[in-house]
């Protein structure tokens, strides 16, 4: 058989990396049907089969989560949720929103610097329990979807490995916060005394989001319910070179005792 010139091995890698990267908009268009993705499976991270109570429903907004980078822990006494399996890229995600009032939406405005805002974030754990920002996606404006369940496709799939956790990080607040019992999230905050975790003020005041990239954090406090997100991951295949560069989520389709961990309007 014949040698590949250096020509040909770039043609071939780019036309491999090329249909990786078909396969992964097939899988973001599953998502959106809510079909099948054929040859390309999907698979829901962080979403249990059972349902969740939203402690913000609409005209009686109890909890929402403000500044903070997030990831569920334990769900339904099952531990590591979000935790990726296997090496691939995750395509998607969702979110369960609940609908502050119109005042309720203009304090929170005000007080946390802006609309309702999410992002995921691609976390690893690393030595005494830390955790290492590796990716994240763009933000996104999600206001417009409130009491609804909208899911997102990632224009350049976010590339996981095993091991990985997938996180959701909010700037400002999102109204994601879910009663389930037996379930743990853990939260981008590292107060000096940990009774301080369930604190209005200190969440207020020192609840920061994991926002550079590369930089590792202390995950110190742990809530007694769930974050309302979920992720849609693709497994890596023989020859998939993956994508570069950066990414943006773009809106697909819409689908209708520790401390609590939140904030009320």
């Known amino acids: 058989m014949a040698k590949a010139s250096p020509t040909s091995r770039r043609a071939l890698l780019g036309a ?36 969740a109570r939203n402690l913000c429903p609409k005209g009686n907004c109890r909890q929402v989560i403000v500044r903070v980078t997030t990831y569920q822990a334990q769900l339904n006494g099952k531990r590591g949720p979000t935790k990726v399996p296997r090496d691939g890229h995750i395509v998607a995600f969702g979110m369960d929103l609940g609908q502050p009032s119109k005042m309720s939406r203009k304090s929170l405005a005000r007080d946390y610097g802006g609309k309702a805002t999410a992002q995921l974030a691609i976390l690893n754990k690393q030595r005494k329990g830390r ?29 996981v490995n095993r091991g990985d ?3 959701l990080t909010t700037p400002t607040w999102l109204p994601t916060l879910g009663k389930k019992d037996d379930s743990i999230w853990r939260a981008s905050q ?66 209708p005792s520790l401390p609590s961990g939140g904030v009320k309007p």
């Not at 390309?40 to 979403?47: A, C, F, N, P």
């Not at 590369?214 to 742990?222: A, D, N, P």
């Not at 997100?229 to 993956?242: E, L, M, N, P, S």
Request: glycine share 12%; charged share 30%.
């Open 131 to 159: 955790l290492k920002l590796l990716r994240k996606s763009n933000d996104v404006e999600v206001e417009r979807f409130l009491n609804e369940q909208p899911r997102y496709a990632l224009k350049q799939p976010l590339r």
């Open 190 to 255: 590292n107060p000096d005394d940990p009774d301080q975790c369930g604190r209005t003020r200190f969440l207020k005041r020192e609840s920061r989001p994991h926002r550079k990239l590369g930089s590792t954090r202390r995950y110190r406090c742990g809530y007694r319910n769930r974050i309302l997100y979920w992720a849609y991951f693709v497994a890596k295949r023989d020859g998939d070179g993956g994508g570069g560069g950066g990414n943006r989520a773009t809106v697909i389709g819409e689908q």
């Open 16 to 51: 491999l990396i090329a249909l990786a990267a078909a396969l992964l908009a097939m899988a973001a268009w599953a998502v959106l049907q809510g079909e099948p993705a054929g040859a390309v499976k999907t698979k829901v991270l962080g979403r249990s089969s059972g349902p």
């Open 165 to 167: 956790i997938v996180g």
